[in-house]
């Protein structure tokens, strides 16, 4: 049986942060479970908006939902087409949200992978059989993509806050990026951090890796930072040459469960 555990991080995992909490968390608090709900009907929207365009989908509707214990959505959907004259293997999927411990009631079936939240003690299982038809949606791209506003919500249980910020949000094609990258202690004890610089700030822009003018100059200072203290830094890179709009992702090389901070900033690039 193929499993696979995927865990939304990005960034080398090299320095732990000391083991405290920036605040506590009950696992699967109200705020929490409207997140999970959030995610599942963003991908049963998504399975439902495709349904024209595959032939297992015919079928999906919001039969397809139902809620578990916590009070959160899950879905499973099941097809079999009777009146294909060959053997088709029925098709199946499912997606739920669960605690980091807890057993997922189809890791049986073929094709399990589990998207891992670790500072939130939570995990979205799912799997999604294969047939012999030519083309099938994608039940891990949608997981991924609506996944990742749990991953936005991880980032407030890490000590570490990292931010980004430019001086305009518009910037014309082949002119600089120049931004401020920030990190901030959210604890209320003093942690000893690395400074900011090439080798501590990894960035990546829509998905592709992006090297600033900074990496030229790495740094292995070592700095205490006070509670609710921060350190800033400026970095500046090509951008691209075509109109379009870019999402900076930046990541911080120290982890927490091995998690990193992570920030993000979205701009607009236009033509001359």
Known sequence: MFRKILFLSIGILSFSISPILAQEKSVFDQPTIEIC?????????????????????????????SKNKYGIYSLYYHYEDNDDMRYVAPYEFGVAILGMEEQYEYEDRQGIIYLAFPLLDIKIAAFQTKTLRTGQYDIKKAIQKYGAALWELQQDFIPLELSLKAAKDTFLSNE??????????????????????????????????????????????????????????????????????????????MTFKGINPTGRLKLHVISP
């Open 37 to 65: 709900n959030q995610v599942i009907i963003n991908i049963f929207n998504d399975i439902d908006s495709k349904k024209g365009e595959y032939q297992d989908l015919i079928n999906f509707d919001r039969s397809a939902l």
């Open 176 to 253: 600089p990026i120049d931004f401020t990258v920030k990190l901030t202690n959210k604890t209320n004890r003093r942690m000893k951090v690395k400074d900011l610089g090439a080798n501590t700030v990894s960035f990546k822009i829509n998905d592709q890796y992006w090297i600033s003018d900074e990496d030229q100059h790495k740094t292995d200072n070592k700095i205490m930072l006070k509670p609710q203290e921060s350190i800033t830094k400026r970095f500046t890179g090509a951008t691209n040459r075509y109109a379009q709009e870019i999402d900076i992702l930046a990541t911080y090389d």
